[in-house]
């Protein structure tokens, strides 16, 4: 069946600490995204890619880093300058970035600070 | 700028009742507007979309919504609400050609038996 992993599901960072979320799709979609969710504020774009080897910041970049080496996969890098990671981090996909096209999602995974 | 806005992030009904989350736009032209709806940790799945056309739209599970544009308004509605609907349903919108797509904060949509 085609669609997005999110792995892990529950992830821990120490203090200073960067980690690394994976996300890989395989629907074959072009565009991809990494939203950040926190209770009763919605869903935040951190970072999109529109193509492989191309990605834009989004609304909350700072303290995150992606590649795109790979049309299926867009790691999302949490580093030691984001001083609040606690929260759910979902990966989109959608197949064409112009279109009007719905957006796939992942089932999450959830960012706590030890 | 782009926005859009959910009035009410929480709204309880009865099994049976009707069921009416608000939803309210900002953008220069009409945009393209989505409903999701969110289980407890998972992602996000589509209940219905417009585009362009017909301003009302139907969607998966029972679910319309009516794109006004007058109001700037997509509120989603049911008519008779199940306990399985008890879930948290976020209102988006993405410009014409645009990439990215607004969320709104949500609304956590209890079910009362």
């Known amino acids: 069946d085609g669609g997005i992993t999110q792995s892990p599901k529950y992830l821990f960072r120490k203090e200073g600490q960067n980690v690394t979320l994976s996300c890989e799709q395989n629907?074959?979609?072009?565009?991809m995204y990494w939203y950040r969710q926190d209770p009763g504020q919605g869903l935040r774009l951190i970072y999109y890619?529109?193509?492989?080897?191309?990605?834009q910041k989004g609304d909350i970049a700072e303290g995150y880093s992606v590649s795109r080496e790979k049309k299926e996969s867009f790691p999302l890098t949490v580093t030691s300058a984001q001083k609040n990671p606690t929260a759910f981090y979902l990966c989109?996909?959608?197949?064409?970035?112009?279109?009007?096209?719905?957006?796939?999602f992942g089932s999450g995974t959830q960012l706590s600070v030890l | 700028a782009q926005s859009v806005t959910q009035l009410g992030s929480h709204v309880s009904v009865s099994e049976g009742a009707l069921v009416l989350l608000r939803c309210n736009y900002s953008?220069?032209?009409?945009?393209?507007l989505f409903w999701y709806v969110q289980y407890p940790n998972q992602g996000l799945q589509l209940l219905l979309k417009?585009?362009?056309?017909?301003?009302l739209v139907k969607g998966i599970n029972g679910f319309e919504a009516e794109f006004k544009k007058s109001e700037t308004s997509f509120h989603l509605t049911k008519p008779s609400a199940h306990m399985s609907d008890a879930a948290e349903y976020f209102c988006?919108?993405?410009?014409?050609?645009?990439?990215?797509?607004?969320f709104g904060a949500g609304t956590r949509l209890f079910v009362k038996a």
């Open positions: 989109a996909s959608r197949m064409d970035s112009s279109t009007n096209e719905k957006l796939f």
């Open positions: 629907l074959n979609h072009d565009a």
């Open positions: 890619s529109q193509i492989v080897n191309d990605f």
């Open positions: 953008s220069s032209v009409p945009p393209y």
């Open positions: 417009y585009t362009t056309g017909a301003t």
């Open positions: 988006a919108s993405r410009n014409t050609g645009g990439f990215k797509t607004i």
